[in-house]
């Protein structure tokens, strides 16, 4: 006798959950229902490719049910998890805190810690941070509103994140904590707006020494032309919602952006300095594996 897995699937949810069970050896396979997979997206296919693999390892005895589990339990009612993405794409999945109870972000990050051993949050609160860390051992930057719970890494490259104002350093440091988190080595240079532009000229050398620019800026937002002008590598452009009346909660800001007559600016949407910091992430890795080859 042989621990063995059961399959149900929640196909409402676009999903697989498996249980295990004692079965008899030799029925694992023949256990999996049949159904038309070619209407189904390629990426199901991929996990249901993998998920035969595993079922192949738990009948050979390779893998106990219970690693089975933790490897492919994705589905937890409230969340669906995207357990293979770091195979995909590089990077493993990122949690949106704001709008998840104490409990839910809880079991997603003891779930994607488990598997990864490390997990980045991003718009988390103090509350949830003082949850949290009653088990597990995560850090919190107010500042960023990051959770994180991190292993040791080495940075490479160089990804320069600057600010107009001091007033869009936390979006700023949301960019610098995820390009960080993501294996980016960071230069801060804040307060550096077009009011005072000699403060950003003075910069300029050490700006041009990165793979990647994230200009971040409220009020009209010209800070990422200005630095697409004078630098030869990628900018991307954060609006933020800083500004008085007309700024439209950071409208301006993006639409100054969007349409910068400087060339290689692209523009993120408004305060998403998490969106900014991947991306930036995902341009260094490829300049400074471009730089080994």
């Known amino acids: 006798m042989k621990n063995k897995l059961r399959i149900s699937p929640l196909f409402a949810r676009g999903g697989i959950h498996i ?10 396979l023949a256990s999996f229902p049949r159904y038309d997979l070619c209407r189904r997206r390629a990426a199901e296919w991929e996990f249901i490719m993998e998920l035969l693999d595993i079922f192949k390892k738990v009948s050979a005895g390779e893998m106990t049910p219970e690693e089975a589990e933790r490897a492919t ?3 937890m009612g409230f969340a669906r998890l995207d357990m293979n993405r770091k195979e995909r794409t590089g990077f493993a999945e990122v949690v949106f805190c704001e709008g998840k109870t104490n409990e839910q972000l809880l079991e997603i990050y003891k779930r994607l810690c ?8 991003t718009r988390a609160s103090f509350e949830q941070y003082e949850f949290l860390k009653r088990e597990l051992n995560v850090s919190y930057d107010e500042v960023s509103r990051l959770l994180k719970i991190e292993k040791e890494k080495e940075h490479i490259g160089a990804v320069a994140v600057c600010t107009a104002g001091t007033a869009d350093i936390p979006v700023a440091e949301e960019a610098a904590g995820t390009a960080e988190f993501f294996g980016a080595s960071v230069m801060r240079i804040y307060d550096v707006g077009v009011s005072g532009i000699h403060r950003l000229l003075s910069r300029t050398e050490e700006i041009r020494r990165a793979s990647c620019v994230v200009a971040v800026a409220g009020m009209e937002g010209a800070l990422a032309s200005v630095i697409g002008g004078l630098v030869k590598n990628p900018v991307i452009a954060v609006p933020t919602s800083v500004g008085y009346g007309a ?33 930036a992430a995902q341009i260094n890795r490829l ?6 080859k």
Do not use: K, W
């Open 19 to 28: 249980q295990h069970r004692s079965l008899q050896s030799g029925n694992l």
């Open 73 to 75: 339990a994705a589905d």
């Open 114 to 121: 488990d598997a990864e051993g490390e997990v980045l949050g």
């Open 247 to 279: 700024n439209f909660g950071g409208l301006s800001a993006l639409l100054t952006m969007i349409n910068s007559c400087a060339n290689g600016v692209c523009t993120v949407n408004i305060n998403n300095g998490y969106g900014a910091g991947y991306t």
């Open 287 to 292: 300049a400074c594996y471009g730089m080994e």
